[in-house]
């Protein structure tokens, strides 16, 4: 399989339309199109189901979609490694869910940014293929330095033709019999956990926590779609669709920027907090 192909496949199933992918890649739709159906060829599969909507990814997609990011951030990280590093940017992990502000910041400096999952990070960081982090805590951050960057109380995130919709503020007595839609828990194993705990702590276990895919326009679906479903999510601007409603006594969300105090441009990092 092409890597071109490959980056094709994740545009299009990221942004749910053609033509927004087109112009994302900057290419026409009809090229877009037809390396879609190239692909499709090669793996004899469909890999999307084409509407007057959009576009959705079909199971073969969503199996593929991990695996095609995986070979596109493998390949960058090749591609950097034989760079001239003298004088390069740094290259800085995020969450998806990430501060704003914080994001504001940091593109307001020399820095590549990389949307990555909290595990994925830590994996880069350890092995100094990425040079710092931006994540949610608690996680295994033994032996690096973390400076916390954003406090922010969690809301609750749902439909707006959800019952709860109605509410001003939520209590976690009415998230009774609703269901949290959830990450996986292999991406950010440390925060997923604290979050159900806080959850149990509070009084809620929810009917069914349901593993969500990590991209926006996905997530968006399951909630707009999924019936009794909620998530958990900081103070920001809402999807179309949705509506975020303040929780009472709700949780706090910690963001940190993390790194190897040994790293050769540890204090180019401290400089950015």
């Not at 910690?254 to 050769?264: F, G, I, K, N, S």
């Amino acid at each position: 399989m092409e890597l071109r192909r490959l980056r094709y496949l994740c545009a299009v199933a990221e942004e749910g339309h053609l033509t927004r992918a087109a112009e994302r890649l900057g290419i026409r739709s009809s090229s877009l199109s037809q390396q879609i159906i190239a692909l499709e060829r090669e793996l004899d599969a469909t890999l999307f189901v084409r509407t007057q909507a959009g576009m959705t990814p079909t199971a073969a997609a969503l199996a593929l979609l991990p695996h095609a990011r995986r070979m596109l951030e493998e390949a960058d990280l090749g591609a950097r490694a034989v760079r001239d590093t003298v004088g390069r940017p740094l290259r800085i992990g995020v969450t998806p869910g990430a501060p704003t502000a914080v994001l504001s910041a940091l593109y307001a400096e020399t820095v590549e940014i990389d949307d990555l999952p909290a595990a994925r990070q830590l994996e880069l960081l350890r092995r100094g293929a990425l040079d710092a982090g931006l994540l949610a805590l608690p996680e295994d951050v033994d032996g690096l330095r973390v400076v916390v960057v954003s406090e922010r109380p969690l809301g609750v995130l749902v439909a707006d033709s959800h019952p709860l919709a109605r509410l001003d503020t939520v209590g976690w007595e009415d998230l009774a019999g609703q269901d949290l839609l959830l990450y996986e828990r292999k991406l950010a194993p440390g925060y997923h956990d604290a979050l159900l705990a806080d959850c149990a702590a509070a009084g809620w276990r929810p009917a069914r926590v349901r593993s969500g895919p990590p991209r926006r326009s996905l997530f968006v679906a399951e909630l707009r779609y999924g019936g009794d479903v909620v998530a958990l999510r900081p103070e920001e601007e809402p999807a179309e669709g949705l509506r975020r409603l303040p929780l009472r006594e709700a949780p706090v969300v910690r963001h940190a920027l993390v790194w190897d105090p040994a790293h050769e441009s540890s204090e180019r990092i401290a400089a950015l907090v």
